[in-house]
């Protein structure tokens, strides 16, 4: 059973930085799947914002971001800890969020197809991101 675990977030000033984490446990051997961030403001529908992909036959992986984060957030992973990160530079209120990670499996690549709620199959609990001053 895959499981994942945010961590991380808080509150930061607008222009800061914060990151948050994801612990993935679960996978099988061999595995291919991908880690999709979401968020989702108040009142506002759930929106992918980046993705990146894991394999078990390479160390190589692919990240896809939405526009609106493009230059401001970066997604990586450290597979010995099973850890994917979301580091968020340069906030703006409007990045304000419950944030999620989710998972797809089986997936090699990341893209805007992926990086879509419907077609993750395990979801985090979410942890809150405000960027207020």
């Known amino acids: 059973q895959v499981q994942l675990v945010e961590s991380g977030g808080g509150l930061a000033q607008p222009g800061g930085s914060l990151r948050v984490s994801c612990v993935a446990s679960g996978f099988t051997l061999p595995y291919y799947y991908a880690i999709g961030w979401f968020r989702q403001a108040p009142g506002k529908e759930r929106e992918g914002v980046a993705c990146?992909?894991?394999?078990?036959?390479?160390?190589?992986?692919?990240?896809y971001y939405t526009d609106s984060v493009k230059g401001r957030f970066t997604v990586s992973r450290d597979d010995a800890e099973h850890t994917v990160y979301l580091q968020m530079n340069n906030l703006k209120p409007e990045d304000t969020a419950v944030y999620y990670c989710?998972?797809?499996?089986?997936?090699?690549?990341?893209?805007?197809?992926?990086?879509?709620?419907?077609?993750?199959?395990?979801w985090g609990k979410g942890i809150l991101v405000t960027v207020s001053s």
């Open positions: 989710a998972s797809r499996s089986p997936e090699f690549y990341c893209s805007g197809d992926v990086l879509r709620h419907d077609r993750m199959d395990y």
């Open positions: 990146i992909s894991r394999s078990s036959y390479s160390s190589d992986s692919s990240t």
